[in-house]
């Protein structure tokens, strides 16, 4: 479990750490929790530290996210080293969304050691999750981006479709992010609309994944089918049909809130 509300300790020593290099985890193939490493693998494996950010307390125990040099030889017999993707299915939820934060805050931090306004240089502001730029009184806070994801269904079937740009040859939901001054309602028919080329009903909230790849926010929705016939945007979707919950392509992984969007709709069909 992750707890969020208590202050960091004053320093990382004997901490639980979130390693990674380049912008990839570091992740220890013997142990169960491959994402977590702690304070003595830092100091026996000599690992230079460019970068930290408290996460939170995991189970008690304080976590923060480090990114080491990139020029430091990782011990490819004990460590692998890859994508946070990598991690779906293979840790629970919490964990995932743990090195999933460590993820977003060192990303946040990279991205804005210079100020946009005047050029200057950022620092972390103290006791605040906050950068801040001196000479021209700039603040900058995490910034995450808010997307809809939708199942959209027909009777017993739902719509599902496979990204243009996706290597694997999966079938997911739609998704799109929440332009400037849209609602997420007007968000999700829009991105129908444009994807599929269908118009929906009745939409119906789910729930809502942190998705770090980088920086999302997944807010997930049933929508019923009104009209229109499938027509898949080519830049976007490869292809795009209704499918049973008896006969699915290759779906996401239920760790994934399409996954999850999937399998609510295939339980209410079945009624398992």
Same mark, same amino acid.
Request: proline share 8%; with cysteine.
């Given at each position: ?34 994402? !977590?490493?702690c ?31 990139? !020029? ?67 603040t900058?806070y995490?910034? !995450?981006?808010?997307?809809? !994801? ?10 599902l ?7 694997r ?13 849209e ?11 444009e ?45 795009a ?23 609510q ?8």
């Open positions: 479990m992750l707890d969020l509300e208590q202050t960091p300790p004053p320093s990382r020593e004997g901490a639980l750490h979130c390693v990674f290099q380049n912008g990839q985890l570091v992740m220890d193939m013997r142990s169960h929790q491959p994402c !977590i490493l304070d003595e693998d830092l100091s026996e494996n000599g690992w230079k530290i460019l970068r930290e950010q408290f996460v939170g307390y995991w189970h008690g125990q304080a976590c923060f996210a480090v990114e080491i040099d990139d !020029i430091v030889e990782v011990d490819a017999m004990r460590f692998q080293v890859g994508s946070l993707y990598q991690l779906i299915g293979r840790v629970d939820d919490g964990l995932f969304s743990l090195a999933g934060r460590a993820a977003q805050l060192l990303d946040w931090e990279r991205d804005h050691r210079f100020c946009g306004r005047c050029g200057g240089p950022m620092v972390l502001k103290d006791r605040n999750r906050a950068m801040g730029c001196e000479p021209c009184n700039t900058l995490p910034r !995450i981006a808010p997307c809809v !994801i939708v199942l959209i269904t027909r009777g017993e079937d739902m719509l479709a496979r990204n243009a740009r996706f290597p040859p999966m079938f997911s939901t739609l998704a799109g992010f929440i332009e400037p001054g609602s997420v309602e007007e968000t999700l028919r829009r991105e129908v609309r994807e599929v080329g269908l118009e929906v009903g009745a939409l119906t909230y789910f729930d809502s994944q942190a998705w770090p790849f980088p920086n999302q926010l997944m807010l997930g929705f049933f929508a019923e089918y009104v009209s229109g016939d499938i027509v898949p945007e080519p830049e976007e979707i490869a292809e049909d209704w499918f049973h919950p008896s006969a699915l392509p290759p779906i996401p992984p239920p760790a994934s809130i399409a996954g999850q969007l999937i399998q709709h295939c339980r209410r069909v079945t009624g398992a």
